[in-house]
């Protein structure tokens, strides 16, 4: 087993109405507002050919979460069992990365509006990749 | 713009007969293997309810992928153009994480038989996730 850490770099930040976590819901399509997805200035070539109506899955660093949790009750129900974070979408887990499916409403020059997205304000972007279309030439 | 960065620590590793990255499909839909993802001992806890049958999304880092690669032809094909590497799904990108949607067929004590996996053997597993069912009662 390799013991080698890894360094990731956000590519962009959330702005979103959002600004607490005791605001947002536990998955986007529970209520998640809009909200705009900022490339920094050296990442922004990657967006070339994200346009409006495009499904991608982005994906975040929960900066807030806790790294040394392993076990929670699901969606912090108490008279749920103790399971595993890898079989829950915990936000708190050893890699604390979140996936979020959404639609893409407006492409700027480094700006993307998309929803929906239960990400807090300020989250950091790490990656954004195309929600996979089922016949693999049209990838 | 938040400049800071985050550190990641491989909660495990794959075992596959893929060997080499040109042996491997470009996803797991293509003709890919089944493969064991084996958690390291400080993980194994955040495997608990994870049992055969369940659907999973599987993060790794894709430790052989170029990381300051911002286009490239989707698919290889030099007949396409140049296109942002966050509209596709290029290993090449600033984060090479790789999202892989799987089936348990067995768990033991610290492993997860899965099928497929597109990855190659000894690529660093980075989390773990149920894919989501459509109702969030059953989260």
Excluded: C
């Excluded at 956000?10 to 959002?18: D, E, F, R």
């Excluded at 209520?31 to 346009?51: D, F, H, N, R």
């Excluded at 982005?58 to 399971?83: E, K, S």
């Excluded at 887990?93 to 239960?118: A, F, K």
Aim: aromatic content about 2%; hydrophobic content about 40%.
């Amino acid at each position: 087993m390799s013991s080698l850490l890894y360094t990731i770099e956000p590519i962009g930040a959330v702005h979103s109405a959002l600004k607490r976590l005791e605001d947002a819901p536990m998955q986007g399509d529970e209520g998640a507002p809009e909200a705009w997805l900022e490339l920094a200035p050296q990442t922004v070539q990657g967006l070339t050919g994200i346009k409006p109506g495009d499904e991608l899955i982005v994906l975040t660093w929960l900066h807030l979460a806790q790294r040394d949790v392993l076990q929670v009750h699901p969606r912090g129900d108490p008279n749920r069992p103790l399971t595993g974070v890898f079989a829950t979408r915990s936000p708190d887990r050893p890699n604390p990365i979140g996936l979020h499916r959404v639609s893409v409403l407006e492409v700027t020059e480094n700006m993307l509006r998309v929803t929906p997205l239960e990400a807090i304000d300020g989250t950091p972007i790490i990656d954004i990749k195309p929600a996979l279309a089922g016949n693999p030439s049209d990838r």
